[in-house]
């Protein structure tokens, strides 16, 4: 947000509009001029370079550090949510079958409290007392 008055700052850059300021970033530099920041980079896993530019004409009042520089590639940015995209069907389909799991025990305690035999599929169920009284015996 620019002041609504001229500060000393706005004076120092209208007599230095060229100047360039540059300071080290956690995997890279960056470089400020022309009211762009300039972030030039290697990627954390694979070393390529990496570049983004912001402009930051618009912060000339206040906080300025305005988010991280990106640490990795594209490609090893898009490798990197795959990988957790695939982590998280893997977690999904763990918790269905528990789901599973959990239902089948419940109904088989459903029916072990009516003396039935429990289910399972493509196993044929032993005829007891009670099956016979509830199904007769076929
Ligand atoms: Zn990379």
């Not at 990795?72 to 999904?92: G, P, V």
Request: hydrophobic share 30%; with cysteine; charged share 35%.
């Amino acid at each position: 947000m620019r002041k609504p008055y001229a500060t000393r700052a706005d004076q120092w850059r209208r007599e230095h509009p060229n100047a360039l300021r540059q300071w080290p970033a956690k995997y890279g530099t960056v470089s400020q001029f022309w009211g762009f920041r300039v972030y030039c980079g290697r990627c954390k896993d694979c070393g390529s370079p990496v570049t983004t530019r912001r402009n930051v004409s618009a912060h000339n009042w206040g906080e300025t550090r305005i988010g991280r520089w990106p640490a990795l590639c594209a490609e090893c940015r898009e490798a990197k949510r795959r990988h957790y995209r695939e982590l998280d069907s893997d977690r999904a389909r763990k918790r269905m079958a528990e789901r599973r799991r959990w239902d089948r025990y419940v109904r088989d305690g459903d029916r072990a409290e009516h003396g039935l035999p429990s289910v399972r599929q493509g196993v044929k169920a032993e005829v007891n007392d009670a099956y016979v009284k509830r199904f007769g015996n076929k």
